[in-house]
Nanobody, 114 residues
Framework: QVQLVESGGGLVQPGGSLRLSCAAS?????MGWYRQVPGKQRELVAR???????NYADSVKGRFTISGDSAKGSVYLQMNSLKPEDTAVYYC???????????WGQGTQVTVSS
């Protein structure tokens, strides 16, 4: 079974940093991070595709950096200058090579609070 496993979430004060990690059990065409808060739709945070192209939500540009190698099934999200509004469950997402659909990790909680 293809799986994504996330780690790195936690509680951090405003202005602090966290680094999220995700490991997939197979090569991916694309990988990314999404987040969701209660009562709201899950939203894209950042994603990368084969070749290294990356895109970000406007709300995190300049603060978050996605890196890794989707071909190896690994992706990271460095989150700096965290704000309370970044609080959410963060989900790793991947599109396996040759697949039409995505798979999801179980989510990791990020809480930004003083």
């Amino acid at each position: 079974q293809v799986q994504l496993v996330e780690s790195g979430g936690g509680l951090v004060q405003p202005g602090g940093s966290l680094r999220l990690s995700c490991a997939a059990s197979t090569s991916m065409f694309a990988m990314g991070w999404y987040r969701q808060v209660p009562g709201k739709q899950r939203e894209l945070v950042a994603r990368i595709v084969l070749g290294g192209n990356a895109n970000y939500a406007d709300s995190v540009k300049g603060r978050f950096t996605i890196s890794g190698d989707s071909a190896k099934g690994s992706v990271y999200l460095q989150m700096n200058s965290l704000k309370p509004e970044d609080t959410a469950v963060y989900y790793c997402n991947g599109r396996p090579l040759g697949a039409a659909g995505d798979i999801w990790g179980q989510g990791t909680q990020v809480t930004v609070s003083s």
